[in-house]
C-alpha cells in the first residue's frame, strides 16, 4: 500500500508545519488501522465483493476499539 505523506518538498518549512504535517499523518495512519479493524469483522463474500483482500488488511493492521 503506498501512502501519499503530506510533508511539503519545499525548503524552510516552519517547524510548526513539519509538527502538523506528521499529526495528520499519525490520524490518517489511526483512521485506517480503525477502518481495517471494522473490515475485518466483515465475512469473506463481504469483503471481496466490496474489493478488499483479508490478508491484506491483516498486514496493513488494525485497532482494537476498546468501547
Known amino acids: 500500500m503506498t501512502i501519499a ?3 511539503s518538498t519545499r525548503s524552510g518549512n516552519s517547524f510548526m508545519r513539519r509538527a502538523f504535517d506528521r499529526m495528520v499523518e499519525a490520524r490518517s495512519h ?3 488501522r480503525y477502518v481495517n ?3 475485518l ?3 469473506d463474500a463481504t469483503l ?3 474489493g478488499y483482500d483479508r490478508d491484506q488488511l491483516e498486514r496493513e493492521g488494525a ?3 476498546p468501547f
Open 5 to 7: 505523506t503530506t510533508t
Open 41 to 43: 469483522s466483515l465475512d
Open 63 to 65: 485497532a482494537v476499539n
Open 37 to 39: 479493524g471494522y473490515l
Open 48 to 50: 471481496s465483493a466490496h
Open 30 to 32: 489511526q483512521a485506517r
